[in-house]
C-alpha cells in the first residue's frame, strides 16, 4: 500500500459510510459509546480549511476571496451555493481537500490505540479507491423516501432541495457495492443497538486475529 504509514497500515480500521440523513452519526455515537475512537472526514474537513491553512489559500485563489468571510475564515455557505450546480467546481474543491482529509485520516490512524478504530466518510464512494487499505466498510443505509424526510425535518429544506441534495451524492446501489456490511436504519434508532453490538462483537474477533 504505497503512501500508508506502517502504524496505519497495521491497524484493524472500519470505515462507516452512508448517505445524506441515512444515520451516521447515530450509528458513529454508539460505536464510540462502545469505546471504539470515530474519526470523522467532515471534522478533517474543516480542520484543513481553517484559517493560516494551505488549503485555504487554494481555495481563495481558485473561487477568488468571495468564499472567504470578513475576518479570512472559510465562508460555507457561499462555497457551498458556487460549487452546488457546478460539477467542474466541485471537482476542482474536492482536488484541494479530498487529498488532506485523507492524510488526516491516516494520522489519526496511525495514532488511535484502540481494539480497532472507525473511519467515518460520508463520501466514500465518490472516493473509492482511495479509502481501500481499510479492512471493513459498515454502510448505513436508509430508504431515499426516508433520507427525504429526515432533511427537510432536520433542516428545514423543501422536498426538492433534500432530492437534489440526494442527487448530488453516489447512488444507494454504488454504496452498496463496496459494502462487506451494512445496518439498515429505517425506523426508530433504539433499533440500532442490537445491529451495533453484534458488529462490535465481530470486529473485535477480526481485529483480534490481525
Not at 471504539?36 to 487554494?58: C, F, K, Q, T, W
Not at 478504530?117 to 448505513?140: G, K, N, S
Request: hydrophobic share 45%; with cysteine.
Amino acid at each position: 500500500m504505497p503512501g500508508i504509514p506502517d502504524a496505519a497500515r497495521n491497524r484493524f480500521v472500519v470505515a462507516l459510510t452512508g448517505g445524506v440523513a441515512s444515520g451516521k452519526s447515530a450509528v458513529a455515537r454508539r460505536f464510540e459509546a462502545l469505546g471504539i475512537n470515530v474519526h470523522d472526514a467532515d471534522a478533517a474537513a474543516r480542520a484543513v480549511v481553517e484559517p493560516g491553512e494551505p488549503a485555504l489559500s487554494e481555495i481563495e485563489f481558485v473561487f477568488g476571496p468571495q468564499v472567504l468571510s470578513s475576518g479570512g475564515a472559510l465562508d460555507r455557505r457561499a462555497l457551498r451555493e458556487r460549487i452546488f450546480d457546478d460539477a467542474d467546481a466541485r471537482r476542482k474543491l474536492e482536488a484541494i481537500v479530498h487529498p488532506r482529509v485523507h492524510a488526516w485520516l491516516l494520522r489519526r490512524t496511525a495514532m488511535d490505540r484502540g481494539p480497532y478504530c472507525m473511519l467515518m466518510i460520508p463520501l466514500l464512494a465518490e472516493t473509492w479507491p482511495q479509502y481501500d487499505f481499510v479492512d471493513r466498510v459498515l454502510l448505513v443505509d436508509a430508504p431515499e423516501e426516508i433520507q427525504i424526510e429526515r432533511l427537510v425535518r432536520r433542516d428545514g429544506v423543501t422536498c426538492e432541495q433534500a432530492r437534489r441534495t440526494l442527487d448530488a451524492q453516489a447512488t444507494r446501489a454504488q454504496r452498496r457495492a463496496i459494502a462487506h456490511d451494512v445496518i439498515v436504519n429505517d425506523s426508530d434508532e433504539s433499533a440500532l443497538d442490537a445491529q451495533v453490538a453484534a458488529l462490535h462483537a465481530k470486529y473485535l474477533e477480526l481485529a483480534a486475529r490481525r
